[in-house]
């Protein structure tokens, strides 16, 4: 962790956002799925896999494999889904060391990590290739939750959508707020390593092997954090993001992630969804422990 993340930092800080917009918004306009829900899982996956470099064509396929490998990080999934995490996961290492054995572009994201792989001491190559995959699971989870939640406030914020539409409200402004107002990823976990068990948390005693729920969607709508929590307000003066994570544990890549979201939120606005009748008009939410995804085929 402590070596393999900051080069994986550090790549991620070189990437232009300017590049990365185009890239998302080139990729969502050019891949091609039965329903919308599939749309919003294979579209950051599949613009992370071009950034990447990986080729166009593969990218159906990298999408399908991050979509059936992501299965594996729930306590809920079946026997089935497991199986099918595993040879996806094979097949995700045999395409990204294919990825990493050629010479990647000059400005390409995965350069930009390999670049400073080479300048980090211990940077184990097997390891630094499996980081490569969670790029992608973490967009095909996390990030398709913050652009299907983005769906779902245009729908249920008055006159959000035709703000949008007609260019008076930003896309990148609307995934911020509805990163707090109704986060992608509702808790975490945190672990008590070690102590004496006379340690506290809200009058409750710690022992080392405790685990530590952490509500990061309640601490979202906390007064004390966010004036009128509960409120959709684009123009917040300050507004905290803790379902990104903070301090050692923040996501590198929070940034690109809200990118993506934002990118994926314009072109859906430019074409199939341009009308508001258009709209999902009803969704539910797929069981999971932390994650708060909407499905739009009731």
């Not at 996956?45 to 396929?61: D, F, K």
């Not at 040879?87 to 054995?101: Q, S, T, Y």
Request: charged letters at 20%; one cysteine or more; proline letters at 6%.
């Amino acid at each position: 962790h402590a070596t393999h993340r900051p080069v994986l930092q550090r790549g991620l800080s070189r990437l232009d956002p300017t590049q990365a917009r185009a890239t998302a918004r080139e990729v969502a306009s050019g891949i091609s799925f039965d329903t919308l829900d599939d749309w919003c899982l294979a579209m950051p996956a599949s613009t992370v896999a071009a950034l990447l470099r990986a080729e166009t064509g593969h990218l159906p396929a990298l999408a399908r494999w991050t979509r059936d490998f992501v299965a594996c990080l729930s306590p809920l999934s079946n026997a089935d889904q497991l199986n099918g995490a595993s040879a996806a996961a094979l097949e995700l290492l045999d395409r990204f060391e294919i990825l990493m054995a050629a010479s990647p572009r000059p400005g390409s994201l995965l350069a930009a990590v390999l670049e400073q792989a080479t300048a980090q001491a211990g940077v184990q190559r097997r390891t630094l290739l499996c980081n490569l995959v969670g790029l992608l699971s973490q967009t095909c989870d996390a990030t398709a939750a913050l652009l299907g939640n983005a769906i779902v406030a245009l729908r249920r914020e008055p006159g959000l959508h035709a703000a949008l539409v007609r260019g008076d409200t930003a896309a990148h402004d609307i995934v911020a707020e509805v990163a707090r107002h109704d986060a992608p990823v509702q808790n975490t976990r945190r672990f008590v390593a070690e102590g004496e068990g006379t340690e506290e948390l809200a009058g409750v005693r710690l022992a080392p092997g405790d685990a530590v729920l952490v509500l990061l969607a309640c601490a979202l709508r906390d007064p004390a954090l966010h004036d009128k929590p509960d409120r959709f307000e684009l123009a917040r003066a300050q507004r905290h993001q803790l379902g990104f994570g903070h301090g050692p544990h923040a996501c590198p890549g929070m940034g690109l992630a809200q990118c993506i979201a934002a990118a994926g939120l314009e072109q859906l606005c430019s074409a199939p969804l341009s009308a508001e009748a258009s709209l999902p008009a009803q969704w539910r939410y797929r069981p999971s422990v932390n994650a708060r995804q909407p499905l739009f085929g009731c």
